[in-house]
């Protein structure tokens, strides 16, 4: 199984200020229309050319619509990079909404 966490897991890890990554891999435009704040945008099909941008000393947290694509990219970076800090957003940006921060726009 691979590491996942919920929305109010992010959520409190936030709001005690923890030194996260957020990785945001879905579709340009799905980031434009809405993300969470502090995330950056690496699109699943950019990944393998810059995976250096994920960093290996802090926790990385991966985002996308649902927790599908992002949960790919985990596999991919703990497969070929050797990533061992990585989390996946269980449910992704759409649980994000619901559960937690309703000013983030559902689609």
Do not use: F, K
């Amino acid at each position: 199984m691979l590491p996942e966490l919920t929305p109010e897991d992010l959520h409190a890890r936030l709001a005690t200020g923890e030194n996260l990554q957020l990785v945001d891999v879905r579709q340009p435009e799905e980031y434009a229309y809405c993300r969470i704040e502090g995330s950056v945008l690496i699109p699943l099909g950019e990944l393998a050319r810059r995976a250096d941008e994920i960093d290996d000393t802090r926790p990385v947290v991966l985002i996308c619509h649902h927790g599908v694509r992002s949960m790919q990219a985990l596999a991919y970076l703990q497969h070929r990079h050797e990533l061992t800090n990585l989390l996946n957003l269980r449910g992704g940006i759409h649980a994000w909404s619901t559960r937690v921060d309703p000013s983030v726009a559902v689609y």
